[in-house]
């Protein structure tokens, strides 16, 4: 079992730029794939970037690819999400999920389906606006 926390939401201007952390506690997040996703108002949940267990493969999605990245500090437990160039539609709740094990390399795109994971954190509130 792990809980997780995310911090590092705020507002930015556009074209600035975040860095969220997702903290892990109660087991290590290296054994774990972790899923970023992100929710605006009145829209539907969606991934943003997934990094694997133990191998580390990863997967953006289209609007992040070249602005964002995912990275793991196994000594601080966390994984991060730079995010960079940001846009006023970057404005989400965006939260971390983890699947113990879980490969994004097998299984088909189950890592894209917040569902798939089963330990969530909170979410930490994004705001992109002049």
């Known amino acids: 079992q792990v809980q997780l926390v995310e911090s590092g939401g705020g507002l930015v201007q556009p074209g600035g730029s975040l860095r969220l952390a997702c903290s892990g506690s109660?087991?290590?997040?290296?054994?774990?794939?972790i899923g970023w996703f992100r929710q605006a108002p009145g829209k539907e949940r969606e991934v943003v970037s997934c990094?694997?267990?133990?191998?580390?493969?990863?997967y953006y999605s289209d609007f992040a690819k070249g602005r964002f990245t995912i990275s793991r500090d196994n000594a601080k437990n966390t994984v991060y999400l730079q995010m960079n160039d940001l846009k006023p539609e970057d404005t989400a709740v965006y939260s971390c999920a983890a699947s113990p094990g879980g490969l994004l390399k097998y299984g088909g795109p189950w890592f894209r389906t917040y569902e798939q994971y089963n330990y969530w954190g909170q979410g930490t509130q994004v705001t992109v606006s002049s």
């Open positions: 990094v694997s267990a133990m191998d580390d493969d990863t």
């Open positions: 109660g087991n290590q997040l290296e054994h774990y794939a």
